[in-house]
């Protein structure tokens, strides 16, 4: 079994910055596909931002040119860095690693983002 533990979440400013963190109980070198998604009140859950073994980034297109993923193998953990954030950014945040022998993957527990003056 794989745990994911999310942290940074908050409540933060228009414009406002906050950094996500997904640490996981073992070597992220093992997942091909770690990503962040989110689900807003009375929506379905959305992928947010994906970074593949290689490297290889995938943004939700409401989220180009403000959000980067990375990750630090050393560290086991994933992040995502959120910059001028806006309101409609309001969500649980949700980290997934996708495992070769489970393709559905794991997810941490969520962590809220609220972005509000």
């Known amino acids: 079994q794989v745990q994911l533990v999310e942290s940074g979440g908050g409540l933060v400013q228009p414009g406002g910055s906050l950094r996500l963190s997904c640490e996981v109980s073992?070597?992220?070198?093992?997942?091909?596909?770690m990503g962040w998604y989110r689900q807003a009140p009375g929506k379905q859950r959305e992928m947010v931002a994906s970074?593949?073994?290689?490297?290889?980034?995938n943004y939700a297109d409401s989220v180009k040119g403000r959000f980067t993923i990375s990750r630090d193998n050393a560290r086991n953990t994933v992040f995502l860095q959120m910059n001028n954030l806006k309101p409609e950014d309001t969500a649980i945040y949700y980290c997934?690693?996708?495992?070769?022998?489970?393709?559905?993957?794991?997810w941490g527990q969520g962590t809220q983002v609220t972005v509000s003056s």
């Open positions: 970074i593949t073994w290689g490297g290889t980034r």
């Open positions: 073992r070597s992220i070198s093992s997942f091909p596909i």
């Open positions: 997934n690693v996708k495992a070769t022998d489970y393709p559905p993957g794991y």
